[in-house]
């Protein structure tokens, strides 16, 4: 399941982050680059830990408890862990290929600035459900007028269109990508990888136990 939500963080906090963002990135982005600057390979790889964004962070959470809630997960027998939360930085041209984030469960991101036509996130189903016939939604299907247009049902992507301050959850082993920016401004985020565990793992085989019953060897 993929959410999309408000998030609700106020007007001065989002200035506020998108200042030290735009600060640490603008020194470190490779403008020439086709793919955006990412914190979490240039060293800023756990910026929820920072106070200065201790009031997202809580905001974050929330959501994440509401988004089991929706899955019908019951909140009382687990426990979130971000594992790791970074800045994204979209400048004009660039995007971000398609991936996953197959080391945690959840992940999410949160748009702090995106002005209209800097670029979006699109799923890529694994499988294509709606898809009646092998190869019927190919492109050679659209040059026959067999498929009058791309749409929701029918895509290989899905592109899902947010606005400012709407934060996105979703598996984290779910493929996606960033479309290009192409607004002339840059696209600013915030991304966080989510790891589910048990509060008391007995009874369960396959989930994951708490971290206090973890052993370093």
């Known amino acids: 399941m993929v959410a999309i939500d408000k998030l609700g963080l106020s007007p001065s906090c989002r200035k506020n982050m998108c200042s030290w963002i735009q600060h640490v990135a603008s020194t470190e982005n490779d403008t020439q680059s086709a793919s955006a600057w990412t914190g979490d390979i240039n060293g800023h790889e756990f910026l929820l830990a920072d106070p200065r964004f201790e009031p997202l962070k809580k905001l974050i959470v929330e959501k994440l408890y509401l988004y089991l809630d929706a899955l019908a997960i019951n909140r009382d027998k687990v426990e979130l862990y971000?594992?790791?939360?970074?800045?994204?930085?979209t400048q004009q041209g660039q995007n971000i290929a398609?991936?996953?984030?197959?080391?945690?469960?959840?992940?999410?991101?949160y748009y702090l600035n995106k002005p209209d036509n800097s670029g979006d996130i699109a799923f890529i189903p694994r499988e294509q459900q709606n898809e009646?016939?092998?190869g019927i939604f190919n492109?050679?299907?659209?040059?026959?007028s067999l498929i009058e247009k791309p749409n929701m049902f029918n895509g290989k992507r899905i592109v899902l269109q947010g606005k400012q301050d709407d934060i996105v959850v979703f598996p984290s082993k779910q493929p996606h990508v960033t479309t290009p920016n192409y607004s002339g401004k840059p696209r600013i985020s915030i991304a966080g990888d989510v790891v589910v565990m048990l509060r008391d793992s007995g009874g369960f085989e396959h989930l994951m136990p708490n971290i206090s019953h973890w052993q370093k060897v």
């Open 82 to 89: 971000v594992q790791r939360s970074w800045a994204t930085y």
């Open 132 to 134: 009646i016939a092998p």
């Open 139 to 144: 492109s050679d299907k659209y040059n026959l």
């Open 98 to 109: 398609s991936h996953t984030h197959a080391q945690s469960h959840l992940t999410f991101a």
